[in-house]
């Protein structure tokens, strides 16, 4: 047998070659590292919250394992699972939904995947908003088409209909949406929502809207969800939904789809040569989520608005940063190219200067499309937050001086 002596040796498929590692785990590894290695190490990086999912969820999952619910599912997921997400959208969103435009999926990713996957083809567009969540590109080029990015600096990342409209071409397909933004914490107004819906269905194409951080959104904003849209803005719509933050549920691998009954169909088959169904306990544990008392929900939205109102202040005082204050998820996102000073001449510099001389773990805003950013995730407890930034103080201003 020929024994490989290089990576390059082993005949790695061309779609995977052009994928990128995730940014958000290798900043997720460099903090495991360092941790291992005894340092006192600030880690704002994680992209999952710090609470552990709540006592009635994990009973539910409990309860399932007893009752022998360890079974092949349907591949949309148990009726009573299906159920669960058509009462939730009933009953918080006043939306109406038949099972047959529902399926459960394996986290929110999988739902995107399997969107995406189904809609585009080679050559196709597909647009992204800047700053986005890093896996959207990676999954429209797996797919075989282009994303095309929408810059939306100019507006300090609020995204609106007249930006999409201006980067529509006649091959667009399909627009991915995102609000609560990861990692700008921007969410957009239902009233915009509205109007770049109405430009999708205009123009015969499509849009996933990625809910993953639906519930995380700080008054005066509104929760909304594109759900409760006009049945023929819908028609052209796929809610990606997650449990992950909103339960606290990351390790579960808990998300769905919500689609037009066609789109299902087809993501269903997908998904049915993929994965086959999400795991059968965590689903009877994501319907007892739905179906339960959402008082959970409250008390950690409370608490990461507690942390965003001080982190956001706090990152104010900082000489060198611009921090405008995000509207939902749990990440503040400051502009550090006041800071950009000798060799520290990008953010990805400035982020592995906080490491390696501050011990504190963020992330670079270049991986999600926006270089001279830094992520800084609050999904943990406020005094290692005081902490950090009392350390990116001190980085700060010794770049400045
Ligand atoms: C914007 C966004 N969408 C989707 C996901 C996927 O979450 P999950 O697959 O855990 O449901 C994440 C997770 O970080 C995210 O940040």
């Known amino acids: 047998m020929q024994e490989l002596k290089k990576a390059t040796d082993f005949p790695i498929s061309e779609n995977v070659m052009r994928m990128r590692e995730s940014s958000t785990l290798a900043a997720m590894q460099a903090a495991v590292a360092m941790r291992a290695a005894g340092v006192d190490v600030v880690d704002l990086g994680p992209g999952e919250p710090d609470f552990d999912t ?3 969820i994990k ?21 009573a699972l299906q159920r669960a997400i058509i009462d939730y959208y009933g009953r918080e969103f006043n939306a109406l939904y038949e099972p047959a435009e529902v399926m459960a999926t394996a986290g929110g990713k999988q739902a995107i995947f399997n969107a995406v996957v189904t809609l585009v083809n080679p050559g196709d567009e597909v647009l992204i908003p800047r700053p986005y969540w890093v896996t959207f590109p990676e999954i429209v080029t797996f797919a075989g088409a282009n994303p095309v990015f ?13 930006q999409v409209e201006r980067a529509l071409t006649s091959r667009t397909r399909l627009i991915i949406l995102n609000s609560p933004s990861n990692p700008s914490g921007r969410v957009i107004p239902p009233a915009e ?9 205009e123009r015969g194409i499509y849009a996933v809207s990625d809910e993953c951080y639906l519930r995380f959104v700080y008054p005066p904003a509104e929760v909304f969800s594109a759900a409760s849209l006009a049945p023929e803005l819908r028609a052209h719509l796929c809610i990606a939904g997650s449990f992950s933050k909103t339960y606290a549920m990351t390790g579960w691998r808990m998300g769905y789809a919500l689609a037009p009954a066609v789109w299902v169909k087809a993501m269903l088959k997908v998904q049915g040569h993929s994965t086959s169904n999400p795991n059968s306990i965590a689903q009877r544990a994501a319907a007892a989520a739905f ?13 990461y608005r507690r942390r965003r109102d001080w982190l956001i202040k706090a990152l104010r005082e900082v000489t060198g940063l611009r921090c405008f204050e995000p509207e939902g998820a749990f990440y503040a996102f400051p502009d550090v190219r006041g800071c950009l000073k000798g060799e520290v001449k990008t953010s990805g510099a400035f982020a592995d200067k906080l490491l390696h001389d501050a011990q504190t773990v963020v992330t670079d805003g270049a991986g999600f499309g926006a270089e001279g950013y830094i992520r800084i995730s609050y999904a943990t407890s406020l005094d290692r937050l005081q902490e950090g930034v009392k350390r990116i103080r001190r980085v700060a201003e010794q770049l400045v001086s």
Not at 64 to 75: D, F, I, Q, W
Not at 150 to 162: H, N, S, Y
């Open 54 to 56: 709540p006592e009635h």
């Open 59 to 79: 009973a539910a999952a409990v309860e399932a394992l007893r009752a022998g619910e360890t079974k092949y599912t349907p591949t949309a997921g148990t009726r």
């Open 150 to 162: 929408i810059e939306t600096e100019e507006t300090q990342f609020q995204l609106t209909a007249e």
């Open 193 to 201: 929502f509205k109007r770049i819906m109405e430009l999708v269905a």
């Open 291 to 303: 179906t339960g008392s959402q008082e959970c929900v409250a008390e950690m939205l409370a608490e």
